[in-house]
């Protein structure tokens, strides 16, 4: 007896937990044969740390999958934005040109004036003349006559036209009948 409590007490609860958990998973070799062996089913302890599932692998790809569509459509419509950020950009260059045009190239009289298209885009300059509300044109002979310049300039496309519009006032001469 004195033996036995001396081998409880060497041997903690720990060290049973131990001893159990590997005569789980032991096999005697005394039960396989030569041929089984090789084909022998695998240990039970060894099964655990093998690997994925197949349903853990599916899961994984799954989410991977669904998580590159999102990113794919991020992406997809941030350079279709900086496409179209790129047209727009165009468009203003151009009419902003036309207006600059206007007194130099373009005549600065009442009319509307359009040439060939540009890099694909087309441009329209509408020139009239203006009239400030609250203005009653006591003056016969006004020193500078004022006129609105509105530049269209647009770009057709198969999905529609994008199209923009700049409007400034300019001082001109007026025109005198008999100069």
């Not at 207006?99 to 441009?123: F, K, N, R, S, Y």
């Not at 002979?141 to 409007?167: C, D, E, F, H, K």
């Amino acid at each position: 007896m004195k033996q036995e409590k001396v081998q409880s007490t060497r041997y903690g609860a720990q060290d049973g937990a131990r001893r159990l958990q590997r005569t789980q998973c032991f096999v005697p070799r005394s039960h396989l044969t030569p041929n089984s062996q090789a084909r022998a089913a695998p240990n039970p302890c060894r099964r655990r740390s093998r690997g994925f599932s197949l349903l853990e692998v599916l899961v994984a790809f799954a989410i991977l999958a669904i998580s590159l569509g999102v990113l794919l459509q991020i992406f997809q419509r941030a350079m279709s934005t900086t496409a179209v950020s790129g047209e727009y950009s165009r468009i203003v260059a151009l009419a902003e040109a036309k207006l600059a045009q206007v007194g130099a190239d373009i005549p600065l009289e009442e009319g509307v004036h359009t040439g060939e298209p540009e890099d694909g885009m087309d441009w329209i300059v509408s020139i009239q003349p203006y009239q400030p509300q609250g203005w009653l044109g006591e003056d016969p002979q006004p020193a500078l006559q004022p006129y609105v310049v509105t530049a269209v300039a647009s770009l057709p496309s198969i999905t529609g036209s994008r199209q923009l519009t700049l409007r400034t006032l300019r001082l001109a001469e007026p025109v005198r009948p008999g100069l």
